[in-house]
């Protein structure tokens, strides 16, 4: 379980990172997907993005 929560942990951070470059591709801004500003700086936190990128790599890992 706790290696679970890590690995979910982890996606999120590294997704944050790189969501912005998928603006143009609208993958950055799907419903559930939660942004907000505290202190001045803006922070995100792609949750449904995570879960739908996991899913789609889960069916590509499973084809393979």
């Known amino acids: 379980m706790l290696k679970w929560i ?7 951070a590294v997704l944050s990172v790189f969501t912005p470059r998928f603006g143009k591709y609208t993958l ?6 939660i942004s907000f500003r505290y202190k001045g700086r803006d922070y995100y ?3 449904t993005t995570t879960i739908l ?3 789609a ?4 890992g499973r084809l393979i």
């Open 6 to 12: 890590l690995t979910l942990i982890i996606a999120v």
């Open 28 to 33: 950055g801004r799907l419903p559930g997907d």
């Open 53 to 55: 990128l996991s899913f």
């Open 57 to 60: 790599l889960t069916l590509l």
């Open 45 to 47: 936190l792609p949750f």
